[in-house]
Every structure is written in C-alpha cells, then in structure tokens.
C-alpha cells in the first residue's frame, strides 16, 4: 500500500510540487510535531541538557535524594492528616445538621409536653373528685 503523495519526502530534502501546493480538502493533513532546541544554560540550578546525576557531586546526592525522600514522607503524612480532617469536618457537619433539628424541634416537644402535664393535672383532680 503506498503512502499518500502528501507525506512522502525527497531523499535530497526538497518538497515535491504536491507538497508546495495549498492543501486540498479531500487529501489528509499530517501534523509534524515541533521539537523545541535544545538551548544552552548556564545556570547551575537547572537540569535542562543535563541528567540529575551530572547536576550535584554523589555527596550532595545523597543529601538531596534523602531530604527528597523526607519531604515526600511528610506530604503522605500531611495528605492523611487531610483525610482526617475531612472526615472529621464531614462529621461535624452531620452533627451540626442534627442540632439544628433539634433546636427546631424543641419549642414543639415543649408545648406538647406543657400540654400533656396539664391534661394529666386535671385528669388527677377529676379521680379525686370521683374517689374523694
């Protein structure tokens, strides 16, 4: 199967008349990725052209591979810290829903209750009227 005129290349590096022409609706674009050169640094804290390795002497590795590893340590602690708080926060929420209720609620149940000691009141004084 051959290649679409559109895609295919000059060994001497020059474009074919197909390839200067306008693009025509039916033919498929093909995308060339742009690669970014590579551009020279001379700052000593960059790791741009050079591997970590080459950046820091094996001493200063070390320190900075073990002080990388301590400061990953004490993100997984913080994150679980966070869960924590979040389950902690979602609780709290939950009870402060239920108080609401209950602060809702609670004048109801008072004038129900005022009203039952009442009834029961002169309930009591009707059976000693009867007894009495």
Known sequence: MSRPPST??????????VELAPPSPSLPLVAQ?????????NDPYSLRGRSA????????????LRTHEE?????RILEAHRAADRERIKELDRVK???????TQRPKL????LEQSAELKSLRQKVRRCIG
């Open 53 to 64: 390795a080459d950046a820091l002497p094996q001493r200063e590795q070390t320190v900075a």
């Open 71 to 75: 400061t990953l340590t004490k993100l």
């Open 110 to 113: 008072q004038a129900k209750l």
């Open 8 to 17: 295919i290349r000059r060994p001497s590096g020059l474009l074919s008349p």
């Open 33 to 41: 990725p742009e690669v970014e050169p590579e551009l020279p640094t």
């Open 97 to 103: 829903e239920e108080a609401e209720v209950w602060a």
